[in-house]
């Protein structure tokens, strides 16, 4: 209820301010307003006579932003600046004002134009405290991708800590600004004390005991929740009852040893799995000459789910002390590798802990892990849910079973050049003008090709995993990243060496490139130098973005073919599946369409047709492998749902199927692999921090049975529809053959080269 002035004074009496935490200095209150504080707005209202009483009994202020580029509040001084360098956050009495979950940015920024961000995920219900640190502050910091659900209450009050980026002066703080981006109708907050005050407390209290003794979070309740080990060994032995009837369950009939639908139309039987396109769609082959749809899953494995624990130990309530039947599964490591992927990342190394394990040897019992009896129960599941492929980053003992088959990536990793582009999650760019990524290429496929040359089961390799191909912006200079972040480089690159000799073959001399690029080059010497920035591609000089991307594909082309080579004389029938891309470039795509029997992408969308444009990939004529895909949600434990984060878990199914029939729709895509078995753990995986629910299996080993159903049925709906078109297509071409016409095969066969395999081994993401 909104009230105006004469209630509003009666009101102040009748139900007094909520007290102000301990510690915290306010320095303006909304709702009793003193001349201490100047208020503006811009697309913003903030009426002078309205103010609230909450259910709670809280008054509050309203403010209104209005539909607008970025409506705005700003709060600054009177005089002067504030000094907050004796506190660690801002904070601010907010409350959504609507019945939905608002998004604001907070803006602090000093005196000397350095300014602080925080994106504040507003929920709908009661007044909280916003604490804003006013020093950078993420989930990251304490070691994992995305922190506990918020608000949380400290001393009987709700409390949201915020996470921010950037730097200020404490000292001197001028402004603090509240906006809403592009709000598409007027959207409003309540708002009564703004301070400074300690964040410790909050923050202990935010991330303290956070994991139990099986691993899971301490901080929500969920139907596959494990509180004993007794439900642990239940829920196996009830599982096992389930996965035999559905193994008992599944038509054999219908498909070769490999998977292959065996009713369809006869391929070419060559004993390895290769590619064809017939009737327009294209299709991966079993050795025995069968269609397959790889339907696959990531990381199947049984080591990859430990935590580091060091240092934030008050972060787990139950860990093994020393002595315990337990303490086998710690262990200790450093992933401190400088890349993009741990920018920010406290608590990347020391000692971990393998909840995973142990969880296992909880439910089966034995005196440690039974690599034996995880294998023929890991397999019998993906079976049973209607998986036919092991993924990447799996445990290669699942391959050696010669069950289901199963891909791999190239571990190319050596001391050759790299060029950054910006992104660099992983790490640079690998330089395939140095002779000596040849030599490791050359190493990384013989040693892959020694085991796995001649196994039927490999579906094939990766040449490598999400490269930074571009920049992460959608600006010219994230486009050609490479190129820029090649000249940037000195000339004992010899990416640099091959760009300037590109440009001194086409040009000539300095004359010929300055007119060319609208510069004023004085002598080619100024390229050589380390640092040196080429102009933006622009209309009135368009051999600049010519040049560009000559030079792309040639590094493409360079990279793949490499790669491919190597492949084809240490592995000549197995197939290379392309990069696995995340971001890319055309020049990259087209290289790998040459030089790759499989295009792979990993595509984190609703639909794959989201994740790029199928129109130019079908001109490229090259299958397509959707490699990485998810849906998450932050409802069971892990904190973060992932890219293509859900509200609730009962949306997941629904999303995967959506997901993997628009992917049958596609005629060029022949695979699509889930991201990933496991759930990772709460407090984040060793590599990155990451801590992601989107598995099929909790951290208990206890699968998500919803999920499980509805992915199930999916994958049993896609094979069964991948038969029913392949049986049309055999009575079409028998009716062609019947006629004296042809049979409308254009078949491709295996192997036109090979792809590049990343700077990094494995569990990359």
């Not at 608002?102 to 005196?111: A, I």
């Not at 050759?416 to 990524?437: K, V």
């Not at 590109?502 to 004085?522: C, F, H, P, V």
């Not at 299958?623 to 849906?631: D, G, Q, R």
């Amino acid at each position: 209820m909104i009230r105006t002035l004469p209630a509003l004074f009666a009101l102040l009496f009748a139900a007094p301010l909520m007290a102000a935490p301990a510690g915290q200095q306010t320095l303006f209150n909304f709702v009793r307003p003193a001349d201490v504080v100047k208020v503006a707005t811009q697309d913003a209202s903030l009426p002078q006579y309205n103010a609230e009483q909450t259910p709670e009994g809280e008054v509050l202020r309203r403010i209104t932003f209005n539909p607008a580029a970025e409506p705005s509040l700003v709060l600054s001084p009177q005089t002067g600046v504030w000094d907050w360098s004796q506190s660690s956050a801002m904070s601010l009495r907010i409350q959504s004002a609507m019945d939905w979950a608002l998004t604001l940015y907070v803006k602090v920024q000093s005196s000397d134009g350095k300014t602080l961000v925080s994106r504040i995920d507003l929920p709908a219900g009661p007044a909280q405290t916003l604490l804003i640190p006013l020093q950078a502050n993420s989930p990251l910091s304490q070691g994992m991708k995305a922190g506990p659900p918020m608000p949380i209450t400290v001393d009987g009050q709700r409390v949201l800590l915020a996470g921010s980026a950037g730097e200020i002066d404490r000292s001197q703080v001028v402004s603090v600004t509240l906006s809403m981006i592009k709000p598409n109708a007027a959207q409003s907050i309540l708002l009564e004390r703004f301070g400074v005050q300690d964040s410790e407390p909050v923050l202990k209290a935010a991330y303290s005991e956070l994991v139990d003794t099986y691993g899971q979070s301490t901080r929500a309740r969920w139907p596959e929740k494990v509180s004993s080990d007794e439900q642990l060994k239940a829920a196996a032995a009830k599982e096992q009852t389930q996965l035999q009837g559905w193994l008992a369950a599944r038509d054999k009939s219908a498909l070769d040893r490999f998977g292959g639908w065996n009713k369809g139309p006869a391929f070419k039987a060559s004993g390895f799995f290769h590619t064809e396109k017939r009737d327009g769609r294209w299709y991966l082959v079993t050795p025995e000459g069968h269609p397959f749809y790889s339907l696959g899953v990531n990381t199947v494995a049984p080591d990859n789910s430990q935590t580091y624990v060091a240092g934030r130990e008050w972060m787990f309530a139950a860990l093994p002390k020393a002595g315990e039947p337990l303490d086998k599964y710690y262990g200790s490591g450093d992933n401190r590798t400088g890349n993009g992927a741990g920018e920010g990342r406290s608590f990347g190394a020391g000692r971990w802990y393998d909840f995973y394990g142990a969880n296992l040897q909880r439910a089966y019992g034995g005196e440690g892990f039974d690599q034996k009896r995880w294998v023929t129960h890991t397999l019998d599941r993906l079976q049973a849910w209607g998986f036919n492929t092991v993924g990447n980053w799996s445990d290669e003992a699942l391959a050696r079973a010669d069950r289901v088959p199963y891909t791999l990536p190239l571990s190319i990793v050596g001391d050759y050049a790299s060029i950054s582009t910006g992104t660099d999650w992983w790490g640079g760019m690998p330089d395939p003008f140095d002779p000596r990524f040849a030599m490791a290429t050359e190493r990384a496929v013989a040693i892959a090709a020694r085991d796995h040359r001649d196994d039927p089961w490999l579906i094939g390799f990766f040449a490598d995993n999400e490269l930074a191909w571009a920049g992460p912006g959608d600006d010219p200079k994230s486009r050609y990243a490479l190129a820029y972040g090649t000249l940037r480089m000195t000339t004992d690159v010899p990416a640099k060496r091959a760009f300037l000799k590109q440009l001194r073959d086409k040009y000539r001399n300095e004359e010929g490139l300055s007119k060319a690029w609208g510069i004023e080059l004085a002598g080619w010497e100024l390229m050589e130098d380390p640092g040196f920035e080429p102009p933006i591609p622009n209309p009135e000089h368009p051999e600049i973005e010519a040049d560009f991307k000559y030079f792309q594909k040639t590094f493409a082309d360079a990279y793949f073919k490499t790669i491919s080579d190597s492949l084809k004389w240490h592995a000549p029938n197995q197939l290379l599946l392309g990069g696995r891309y995340a971001v890319s470039t055309p020049e990259a795509v087209a290289s790998c369409a040459q030089y790759c029997d499989v295009l792979s992408f990993n595509m984190y969308t609703l639909k794959p047709q989201d994740g790029y444009d199928f129109a130019a990939l079908r001109a490229l004529d090259k299958p397509v492998l959707i490699t990485e895909f998810n849906f998450g949600s932050a409802d069971r434990g892990p904190f973060w749902g992932g890219v293509t984060q859900l509200a609730r878990e009962e949306d997941r199914g629904a999303a995967y199927a959506n997901f993997l029939k628009q992917a049958m729709a596609e005629p060029s895509i022949v695979g699509v692999h889930w991201f990933q078995y496991l759930d990772q753990p709460v407090t984040g995986r060793l590599l990155d921090g990451e801590n992601g629910h989107f598995g099929l299996v909790g951290i208990t080993d206890v699968p998500y049975q919803g999920f499980v159903d509805s992915v199930r049925k999916s994958n049993l709906a896609a094979v069964d529809q991948l038969g029913k078109e392949a049986e049309k297509a055999k009575a079409a071409s028998a009716v062609r053959e019947g006629e004296g016409g042809k049979s409308g095969h254009d078949g491709k066969g295996a192997g036109q080269g090979a792809g590049h395999a990343g700077g990094h081994s494995a569990n990359g993401h």
